[in-house]
């Protein structure tokens, strides 16, 4: 008997001392913070013996989503799981992750009010905290000075801070070919489908939802007005309707490029001309939406890997790391303290313009639409996009038809 007790009290001891061990989803491409991360799960793992980290790349945001769905549903998701910014909502209403707040609140060395509130809007659902910020950015206009200064323009005195700007000076930039067609433009939206929409439809002064979420509205004016805009700007010659916004800015055929701050570093580098990046312009509001992702506690995870992702996701957005991960990438660090770092005041001497997304997060960044069916509803705004842009279709008649179908969607959901 004495030897059976011996027995059990040893195993009690060894699973009380068992190393608890974590799977890690991320979207990190090689440029977009990769390296960085999985040497944080090294770093972590070797100065600890409690938690073993193990990261996986699971393709980039839709992929991501589709493999999460799926691993959900067959009870197998990892602990935790990195989800773009409107991406987390439909696993909230699924039960498929847990709330991350009662964690926040068992621990006391957690320095909630430290981090950017404005950045939980997306994380915040239901009265409940779900999240925590891990890569934010906010959409910058890159701009080749070299292009600016060809065509009589100073790159800093003269680059556009408000709709009526862009529209005086992207046409400046038009060159055409024998047959009329342009060779080069002064800004592309082939963009628009994505979080540029959401940028254009805030500067107009227009939401996708009414206040209290009821219903789709972004037919109203403000929508319209916006994609006359963009026809206008088109009309002009100073913008392309379509096209590969990133080659052909690299390419020198596009004098201004939108595009995350996530990318502010390797953009740079990889510039073989005068490069510059500014905050978005202006239209009747000053708006910008907050890209990046968010990462999420699964509740496939037991009580113990739940709370050792917790722990490791504490970490991963401690000042220093945030810092770390901010400095070699261009994403914004989730921690205002970060910014007092001697890692991102050293990036701020050297890049400037790395400021530009934390100034535009303070004064007018907004979280993305929440729903459980955001990627239809983005189908539908790629198709509004299309059918103004290149089929000529009146802005009114496509908005309300997209808005009539969102509008359908959130009445099966409420259902």
């Keep these: 008997m004495r030897k059976l007790l011996a027995v059990f009290a040893a195993a009690l001891l060894a699973t009380a001392f068992a190393q608890v061990e974590i799977e890690v989803w991320h979207s990190l491409s ?9 040497a944080f799960a090294e770093e972590f793992n070797a100065m600890q013996d409690d938690i073993k980290v193990v990261v996986s790349y699971s393709g980039e945001y839709t992929e991501t989503l589709r493999k999460s769905q799926a691993a959900a549903a067959a009870g197998r998701a990892p602990s935790l799981v990195m989800f773009e910014q409107t991406r987390g909502a439909g696993f909230v209403d699924a039960g ?17 009010d430290d981090l950017t509130q404005s950045l939980l809007g997306a994380c915040r659902i239901d009265g409940q905290l779900w999240c925590l910020p891990y890569n934010p950015s906010t959409p910058l206009i890159y701009y080749n000075k070299d292009l600016f200064r060809e065509v009589g323009l100073d790159p800093e005195a003269d680059f556009p801070t408000t709709w009526d700007e862009l529209m005086e000076i992207a046409p400046k930039f038009a060159v055409e070919n024998a047959n009329g067609e342009l060779e080069r433009w002064g800004f592309g939206l082939a963009h628009a489908p994505g979080w540029l929409f959401d940028a254009w439809l805030g500067q107009a002064g227009g939401r996708y939802l009414n206040d209290d979420g009821s219903a789709f509205v972004f037919n109203g004016e403000q929508g319209v007005a916006m994609l006359e805009y963009w026809l206008a700007l088109v009309e002009a010659k100073g913008a392309r309707p379509s096209g ?20 502010l570093r390797s953009n740079f580098e990889r510039a073989d001309f ?21 990462f999420y506690i699964m509740a496939d995870a037991n009580a113990e890997q739940q709370q050792a992702a917790f722990e490791y996701l504490k970490w991963l957005t401690s000042t220093e790391k945030g810092a770390e991960f901010a400095a070699a990438t261009g994403y914004m660090a989730p921690r205002r303290s970060s910014l007092d770092t001697a890692t991102l005041q050293a990036v701020f001497e050297e890049l400037p313009e790395a400021r530009i997304t934390y100034e535009q997060a303070e004064s007018h960044g907004y979280p993305r639409t929440l729903v459980p069916f955001w990627g239809e509803v983005h189908n539908q705004l790629t198709l509004v996009t299309e059918r103004v842009l290149l089929n000529g279709e009146a802005p009114q008649v496509a908005l309300d038809e997209a808005v009539e179908e969102a509008n359908r969607l959130l009445e099966v959901y409420a259902d």
């Design 96 to 112: 498929a992750v847990v709330p991350i707040d009662r964690f926040i609140e068992a621990d006391p060395d957690f320095a909630f």
């Design 274 to 294: 005068d490069i510059g990046a500014a905050p978005m312009w202006c239209g009747e509001e000053c708006y910008v939406p907050f890209g990046g992702a968010n």
């Design 244 to 263: 590969s916004q990133t080659p052909d800015f690299f390419g020198g055929k596009q004098a201004m490029m939108a595009g995350s701050t996530a990318t």
């Design 30 to 38: 090689e440029n977009y913070g990769a390296p960085q991360f999985e």
